[in-house]
């Protein structure tokens, strides 16, 4: 089997990286890096919204809404917000039609890019032949071979997280200093050497370390119940060409279990900034910690049907 930079040997169409140790051309670039940073722009507004319930900000008030558990428990209370989609017209009033399409857009894109990028090139690094085969989850190569192939993955994925995590810091902010009134992150150019004099070169990484936690879990979580679904239970019963898909359901299946993850990194990339949207804590795990105690793990875990956390069922507002 030829190796992938062979195939995609360097010409003048083609993107060098890793100093020509790998290469990829402009059509797999394309496929692997640029449509995967245009998605985000297409779907901008609701990764505003989500990213606004992540911080806790609620401008409604929680509803009573009849569940399956009532059913059997008749005083048991639920308490729900509106749809993401009320939560948009919202936050179109706060910062206008414009502004929801397009505040903290470039970061996102820019940080989609980098992730891809880096991730990709990283995994051809390490697997050179990786993007020639079929996916380690479709063949039945034994444990050994997923466990590398599945490490070396999650080393990928770690690399694309660390090197476009500052552009999520950014995007998170410039999201979010609506709530105190603030224009401190407008200009994405001037933001970021203004956040390096006040804050210093490290608040770039607040709440990396839940971030990367929640990556990894996933990764590993997702692998390993691919690999056991394609083994043993789909086995022989389905396409073999269907099997390449099963990475993509169990990833969803495990969203949730790391979902804490997502929430507390969020919250720290903004409570450490000068808009003061968030409350301070002096590690990550004093913000999980306190996060998880007043259920406010359940933000953002849906968009359609938005649970409220225990302790504000009953209010609304900026749920800190």
């Not at 989609?85 to 894109?109: D, S, W």
């Not at 810091?169 to 105190?180: C, E, G, H, T, W």
């Not at 490290?202 to 990764?219: A, D, H, K, Q, Y």
Request: hydrophobic letters at 40%.
């Amino acid at each position: 089997m030829r190796r992938y930079s062979n195939r995609f040997a360097t010409t003048s169409g083609s993107i060098p990286s890793f100093g020509g140790l790998a290469t990829m051309d402009y059509t797999e670039t394309t496929y692997k890096c640029l449509i995967p940073s245009l998605i985000p722009a297409i779907t901008h507004p609701l990764t505003y919204a989500r990213t606004m319930m992540l911080l806790g900000y609620e401008p409604f008030p929680s509803v009573r809404r009849f569940t399956l558990r009532n059913i059997f428990q008749s005083e048991y209370e639920a308490f729900y917000y509106p749809s993401v989609f009320t939560y948009c017209r919202k936050l179109r009033q706060e910062v206008g039609l414009y502004g929801i399409f397009t505040i903290g857009l470039p970061a996102n894109i820019i940080g989609s890019f980098f992730k891809s990028y880096s991730t990709n090139v990283t995994m051809e690094y390490l697997t050179p032949d990786f993007f020639e085969k079929k996916t380690f989850f479709e063949d039945d190569q034994g444990i050994r071979i997923f466990l590398i192939s599945t490490s070396k993955l999650t080393v990928a994925r770690v690399v694309g997280v660390v090197v476009s995590y500052p552009f999520q810091v950014l995007m998170i902010r410039q999201m979010s200093q609506f709530i105190s009134g603030t224009r401190l992150y407008d200009c994405m150019f001037n933001a970021f050497p203004a956040i390096l004099e006040s804050e210093g070169f490290l608040s770039f990484f607040s709440g990396l370390t839940p971030r990367l936690i929640g990556e990894v879990i996933t990764v590993w979580l997702t692998a390993c119940l691919a690999y056991i679904f394609n083994k043993y239970i789909f086995a022989n019963r389905i396409d073999p060409s269907l099997k390449k898909h099963t990475p993509y359901v169990t990833e969803m299946m495990v969203s949730g279990a790391t979902h804490g993850f997502t929430v507390t990194s969020t919250v720290m990339a903004a409570c450490d900034s000068n808009i003061n949207v968030a409350p301070s804590f002096n590690n990550w795990w004093q913000c999980y910690s306190y996060l998880s105690q007043s259920g406010a793990f359940v933000r953002g875990s849906s968009l359609l049907f938005r649970r409220a956390p225990p302790l504000v069922s009953k209010s609304y507002g900026y749920s800190q």
